[in-house]
């Protein structure tokens, strides 16, 4: 299983890290290091029922391997160190017919190939609680969200420095070059998600971002995050947690964001996108519910090929933020643990979405999904995971059912 030549490339690469640092200051650096391999094993399954569909399904079956390795530091008042990724998807069942899953690449005659993957590295240094991450990167902002839904996930090449010096506070920037989706073994430019509305879009070698979020207290935390894809858009997002207890096993959390989304370079981009989503908790139970408004000439623009920071995005129409779309969410999630079974989760969720399309034509939308997992806790399959995602979309002139089947195993390596 560890003899795959992913496998080898990243043990080689880490060989060759430790190498290069003098032996006296290598303690930390082996010490602070961890390592892990994920197995993920998944079926996707979407039939496309609406008459005029240009294909009637996707259906495909692949296995995911995921090396990950992060060192520590060497000692000093400068660290050093390095993070591997491998990624290798293997093909178990496709055809030219049923592709666009998004777990494999599709070549020109249509036929996915057997196998893709890459290998990843980046260098790192600490100055004492500033990072300094050179290389391939997978952030995680409002701002940028690689998609990690699939398969294999999606990763960035650049610079990004984060830094907590001020306790509370974590400021994170840095500029993205490249790209590479997580359906594909290359990196290219990075483009903007296609978009109700937009126009004048350019796939670009230049995303800069900055983030500062203060964690106030136990209970609330306030972040400010802006993104930048140059001949594309410029995004500012806001958002406030906040988490009141309530008493034994109680709890109401309140999630309010706002984005500002405006043109750069030849785009039109112009959208305003207000969500909140409230939370009530009450043991192993927790009732939500949500609503989101869009205004602008377009809809949301957010990374092509991520996920995109609002509170009605979801598992098939993904974000419900066409230009002046209102939609609303109920939500319903359960916790096993508490009747002693830890380990197994349950969600359901209803979403309803009006005046979609161009401008608000009038048109309406509704998507139904569920969730059921369970990850082992203890003895030799622990970790071993199990997850149905089930989910009925229809609108917009499309009607869709989809089933997701997901087999995980997650072992650590050091």
């Not at 001020?166 to 400021?171: H, P, R």
């Not at 408004?293 to 957010?302: C, E, F, Q, W």
């Amino acid at each position: 299983m560890l003899k795959t030549p992913i496998a080898r490339g990243v043990a080689l690469a880490t060989l060759g890290a430790s190498m290069a640092v003098p032996s006296m200051a290598q303690a930390a650096f082996f010490e602070d290091s961890k390592a892990s391999l994920e197995l993920r094993n998944f079926y996707f399954n979407s039939d496309n029922h609406q008459s005029g569909a240009s294909q009637s399904k996707s259906d495909e079956w692949a296995q995911g391997f995921i090396l990950n390795f992060e060192s520590g530091f060497t000692e000093g008042p400068i660290g050093f160190g390095v993070d591997a990724l491998g990624l290798l998807g293997v093909k178990l069942d496709s055809s030219p017919d049923r592709t666009g899953s998004g777990l494999l690449p599709a070549g020109s005659d249509g036929y996915a190939p057997d196998e893709y993957g890459r290998l990843n590295g980046a260098a790192k240094v600490r100055v004492s609680k500033t990072v300094l991450k050179v290389g391939d990167l997978i952030p995680k902002l409002p701002t940028i969200l690689p998609s990690d839904s699939r398969l294999l996930p999606q990763t960035f090449r650049g610079g990004m420095l984060t830094s907590q010096e001020i306790e509370g506070l974590t400021f994170v920037a840095g500029r993205l070059t490249d790209n590479s989706l997580r359906n594909d073994a290359s990196y290219e430019d990075i483009a903007m998600a296609s978009a109700t509305g937009a126009t004048g879009l350019t796939p670009t070698d230049k995303f800069d971002f900055a983030s500062l979020k203060y964690k106030w207290n136990d209970q609330l935390t306030t972040s400010y995050d802006f993104g930048k894809l140059h001949d594309n858009y410029k995004q500012h997002i806001v958002n406030l947690v906040h988490v009141l207890p309530l008493g034994d096993k109680q709890s109401f959390k309140s999630d309010i964001r706002y984005a500002h989304s405006t043109d750069d370079g030849n785009s039109n981009v112009d959208s305003k996108a207000f969500g909140a989503m409230f939370t009530y908790s009450l043991g192993g139970h927790a009732f939500g519910a949500a609503y989101q408004d869009l205004s602008g000439d377009t809809a949301y623009p957010y990374l092509a090929g991520g996920d995109a920071f609002l509170v009605n995005y979801v598992m098939i129409d993904a974000t419900f933020a066409d230009p002046e779309e209102k939609s609303w969410q109920l939500r319903y999630d359960y916790n096993f643990a508490a009747m002693g079974i830890p380990g197994l989760t349950f969600m359901t969720r209803y979403i309803k979405g009006t005046d979609t399309g161009l401008n608000g034509n009038g048109g309406d939308e509704w998507e139904r999904d569920t969730d059921i997992g369970y990850v082992v806790q203890t003895g030799a399959l622990k970790n071993l995971g199990l997850k149905w995602r089930n989910g009925t979309y229809r609108g917009d002139n499309r009607e869709i059912d989809q089933n997701r089947l997901i087999v995980s195993y997650t072992i650590p390596l050091l």
